[in-house]
C-alpha cells in the first residue's frame, strides 16, 4: 500500500496491532530507539516520585520516634534533592517527548501533501474539502497524540510498575502481589474498557468531523453566493446540525470513557485497603518505618498506570 493510500483511506483493513504499529512507525519515521529517551527521562521523573514517597515515609516515621537530628540529616536532604530532581527530570521529560512527536509530525504532513500532489484528478475529486482539511489536520495532531499520549504512557507505565512492584517485593510479597493485580486492573482492564467503549462512538465521531469541517468549509468559502441566493440560514442551520452531532458523539465517546475511569479508580482502593490491612497485620513484627513505606509506596505507585485509560482513547481515535 503507498503512503498517499494510506493517508487517504480510512476503512484500509489492519492485521492487528502490530500491524498498526508498524504502519505508524512508516509513516511518522518513527522507530523503537527513537522512544527510548522520552521513556527514560518520563521513567526516572515517577521513580523519582516514588523515591521521594519512601523517602518522606521513612522520615516521618523516623522523625515521630524523636531520634537525635543528624540521623534525620540525610533523609531530609534526600527529600529536598528528590523534589527538586522531579521537576527537572518533569521538564525533560515534556522536552525530549514533544521533540519526537512535533518531528514525526512534521514528517507525516510532508508525506501526505507529497501523496495527495501524486494522486490522480479522478481520486482526488472524490475527497471534499472538508474531509481534507480534517485529515491533514486533526488525523495528523491524532498521529502526534499516538506518539505523546500513547507510546511513551504505555513504556513508563510498564518500567515504574515493574520498579514499584519489585521495591514492594522485598518488603512483603503478599503486599507485592496485591500491588501487581491492581496495577494489572488499573493498568490492563481499566484501558481496555475505555477503548472498547470509545470505538463504538469513534466511526460517528469521525464522520460527524467531517461533516462540521465541509459544512464551516461551505460557509467561508461560498457566503458571497449563498447570500445572493439567499442560501445562508439553510446553511447556517446545517453547520449547527453539524455542531450538535459532532458534540453528541464526543459526549457519547465521553460517558463510555467512565467505566474505564472507575475500574481504574476501583483496583486503586481495593489495593490500598488490602495493603493497609497486610501492614497492619505485620505492625508487630516490623520497625515504623516498614509499615510507612508500605503504606505510602503503593499509592504513589498507581501515578505510573493513571494516563492509560487516556492513552487507549487516543490510541483508538490515532487509528484511522
Known amino acids: 500500500m503507498s503512503t498517499a493510500e494510506r493517508t487517504t483511506d480510512r476503512s484500509a483493513p489492519t492485521s492487528g496491532i502490530r500491524a498498526?504499529?508498524?504502519?505508524l512507525s512508516d509513516i511518522t519515521g518513527v522507530r523503537a530507539r527513537s522512544?527510548?529517551?522520552?521513556?527514560?527521562?518520563?521513567?526516572?521523573?515517577?521513580?523519582?516520585?516514588?523515591?521521594?514517597?519512601?523517602?518522606?515515609?521513612?522520615?516521618?516515621?523516623?522523625?515521630?520516634q524523636m531520634p537525635p537530628v543528624l540521623e534525620l540529616t540525610v533523609a531530609v536532604t534526600a527529600v529536598r534533592?528528590?523534589?527538586?530532581?522531579?521537576?527537572?527530570?518533569?521538564?525533560?521529560?515534556?522536552?525530549v517527548g514533544h521533540d519526537v512527536a512535533l518531528r514525526a509530525v512534521s514528517r507525516t504532513r510532508v508525506r501526505i501533501y507529497s501523496g495527495l500532489a501524486g494522486l490522480p484528478p479522478a481520486r482526488l475529486s472524490r475527497l471534499g474539502r472538508g474531509s481534507l482539511l480534517a485529515r491533514a489536520g486533526a488525523d495528523v495532531d491524532a498521529i502526534g497524540d499516538a506518539i505523546v499520549r500513547v507510546a511513551i504512557p504505555v513504556g513508563v507505565a510498564a518500567v515504574t510498575s515493574a520498579a514499584a512492584v519489585g521495591f514492594l517485593a522485598l518488603l512483603s510479597p503478599a503486599a507485592a502481589a496485591v500491588l501487581a493485580c491492581g496495577l494489572a486492573v488499573s493498568g490492563v482492564l481499566a484501558p481496555w474498557l475505555t477503548a472498547r467503549s470509545v470505538a463504538r462512538v469513534d466511526k460517528e465521531r469521525a464522520s460527524?468531523?467531517?461533516?462540521?469541517?465541509?459544512?464551516?468549509?461551505?460557509?467561508?468559502?461560498?457566503?458571497?453566493t449563498m447570500r445572493v441566493r439567499g442560501e445562508t440560514g439553510a446553511?447556517?442551520?446545517?453547520?449547527?446540525?453539524?455542531?450538535?452531532?459532532?458534540?453528541?458523539?464526543?459526549?457519547?465517546?465521553?460517558?463510555?470513557?467512565?467505566?474505564?475511569?472507575?475500574?481504574s479508580?476501583?483496583?486503586?482502593?481495593?489495593?490500598?485497603?488490602?495493603?493497609?490491612?497486610?501492614?497492619?497485620?505485620?505492625?508487630?513484627s516490623h520497625s515504623p518505618e516498614w509499615v510507612g513505606v508500605l503504606l505510602l509506596l503503593p499509592l504513589a505507585a498507581f501515578e505510573a498506570v493513571d494516563a492509560l485509560p487516556a492513552a487507549a482513547t487516543a490510541w483508538v481515535r490515532s487509528r484511522g
Not at 42 to 61: D, E, F, G, K, N
Not at 236 to 263: D, M, Q, V, Y
Not at 265 to 284: D, E, F, K
Open 35 to 64: 522512544l527510548v529517551p522520552p521513556v527514560a527521562a518520563a521513567s526516572l521523573t515517577l521513580i523519582a516520585s516514588l523515591t521521594l514517597t519512601v523517602v518522606s515515609a521513612w522520615l516521618i516515621m523516623r522523625a515521630w
Open 235 to 263: 446553511a447556517l442551520a446545517r453547520a449547527e446540525r453539524a455542531a450538535g452531532a459532532l458534540a453528541r458523539a464526543e459526549g457519547l465517546g465521553a460517558t463510555g470513557a467512565a467505566g474505564g475511569s472507575a475500574a
Open 20 to 23: 498498526e504499529l508498524r504502519e
Open 81 to 95: 534533592a528528590l523534589g527538586i530532581s522531579r521537576a527537572v527530570l518533569r521538564y525533560l521529560d515534556r522536552l
Open 265 to 284: 479508580v476501583g483496583g486503586r482502593i481495593a489495593s490500598a485497603i488490602l495493603i493497609a490491612v497486610l501492614a497492619v497485620s505485620a505492625a508487630g
Open 208 to 224: 460527524a468531523t467531517e461533516g462540521w469541517s465541509a459544512a464551516l468549509d461551505s460557509i467561508l468559502a461560498d457566503q458571497g
